[in-house]
């Protein structure tokens, strides 16, 4: 189901989300990923954070073709398929680079208004996967920015308050 995005004078995109419990697995969890995917499509954008649809929790989704290539413990075996998360939960950043680079952002909740954004050009984050897989990756350029921005949105902090 396409949800509404939440705009820029909502409380909720003001402050910090919940963490999804451990053992989080549940049929509201799938329809609230389904419902962010749904949402994010029609929306043709990079990223989705729960706040954003409404939901005060710690998750994201990317669309599945910017969803990077991970090993994690479960898989280290090259016969084994690597994951290709599009969806975090409980993201937090590990490491940054020390180099940063500005570049224009938009925001699904702020519609009509781009601005020059400074970001680390390299991150590195873990998450889980809504099989509560868990995993890191690390990234550079546009699909880093992306994980700041979204990250961003959990703590409570929009782009054009950076």
Known sequence: MIRKVVQDQNPILHK??????????????????????????KQDGLGLAGPQIGE?????????????????????????KPLHP????????????????I??????????????????????IKAQDELGRKFSVKTKGLLARVFQHEIDH????LFIER
Do not use: Q, W
């Open 154 to 157: 959990l703590n409570g902090i």
């Open 16 to 41: 910090k989300t919940l963490p999804i419990a451990k053992g989080f697995r549940s049929r509201t969890l799938e329809k609230l990923i389904e419902d962010m995917k749904d949402t994010l499509r």
């Open 56 to 80: 005060s929790l710690s998750i994201f989704v990317i669309p599945d073709r910017l969803a990077p290539e991970v090993r994690t413990p479960y898989a280290p075996f090259s016969f084994l």
């Open 86 to 101: 599009a969806v975090f939960i409980n993201p937090e950043v590990l490491t940054r680079s020390k180099t940063k680079e």
């Open 103 to 124: 570049m224009e952002e938009g925001c699904l909740s702020i519609h009509g208004i781009f601005k020059e954004t400074s970001r680390f050009l390299e991150v590195k």
